[in-house]
T-cell receptor, first 114, second 111 residues
Framework: ETGVTQTPRHLVMGMTNKKSLKCEQH?????MYWYKQSAKKPLELMFV???????ENNSVPSRFSPECPNSSHLFLHLHTLQPEDSALYLC?????????????FGQGTRLTVV | GESVGLHLPTLSVQEGDNSIINCAYS??????FIWYKQESGKGPQFIID?????DKRQGQRVTVLLNKTVKHLSLQIAATQPGDSAVYFC??????????FGTGTRLTIIP
């Protein structure tokens, strides 16, 4: 266990559905991240929150909407997704954005869009 | 653009032998590097890191070597075990910027 918990672990949703992914960390970290991992591609950074403030939106389509109510929780709200959005979505945290410290990852949510 | 890449997408090693996984990076401003291990169905797990003021760092059964002259990073795993089977990827961080990840090398341990 890395201290970063993601739920659900698996999610199948239709293109017209609305769902949310949840990430929680109690490591005392100040930065939280959403990454997308597709087959045979490097991890793609989607969003960064540092001290609850969004500091990065890496040209992510608006059908993905992040929310960070506090330093310990991060959500990714999904709506009207496309089949190509099927991937492993990973949450990570570290002590602070830009600091040279390792990021701790959750187990990921395997998302399938049908 | 800058990129982090791996020389080999797959590597098969006999159980008990040593493994060497390589990574090339191109951003000379990177001053921090991490190796991650990702097992099937799990998130990436931190293995070891190294800062640019070092050229070698050792952990438990793992050693990371950094050659800044040729922008090369390697992960050595001693006496590989079945549990070492996973995808390994490196990440680099230019000072004050975001981590950039490579695509990964799949390590398979042959019994």
């Amino acid at each position: 266990e890395t201290g970063v918990t993601q739920t659900p672990r698996h999610l199948v949703m239709g293109m017209t559905n609305k769902k949310s992914l949840k990430c929680e960390q109690h490591l005392g970290h100040n930065a939280m991240y959403w990454y997308k991992q597709s087959a045979k591609k490097p991890l793609e950074l989607m969003f960064v929150y540092n001290f609850k403030e969004q500091t990065e939106n890496n040209s992510v389509p608006s059908r993905f909407s992040p929310e960070c109510p506090n330093s310990s929780h991060l959500f990714l709200h999904l709506h009207t997704l496309q089949p190509e959005d099927s991937a492993l979505y990973l949450c990570a945290s570290n002590r602070g954005e830009g600091l040279s410290t390792e990021a701790f990852f959750g187990q990921g949510t395997r998302l399938t869009v049908v | 653009g800058e990129s982090v890449g791996l020389h080999l997408p797959t590597l098969s090693v006999q159980e008990g032998d040593n493994s060497i996984i390589n990574c090339a990076y191109s951003n000379s401003a990177s001053d921090y590097f991490i190796w991650y291990k990702q097992e099937s169905g799990k998130g990436p797990q931190f293995i070891i890191d190294i800062r640019s003021n070092m050229d070698k760092r050792q952990g438990q059964r793992v050693t990371v070597l950094l050659n800044k002259t040729v922008k090369h990073l390697s992960l050595q795993i001693a006496a590989t075990q079945p549990g070492d089977s996973a995808v390994y990827f490196c990440a680099e961080r230019p000072l004050g910027e975001k981590l950039t990840f490579g695509t990964g090398t799949r390590l398979t341990i042959i019994p």
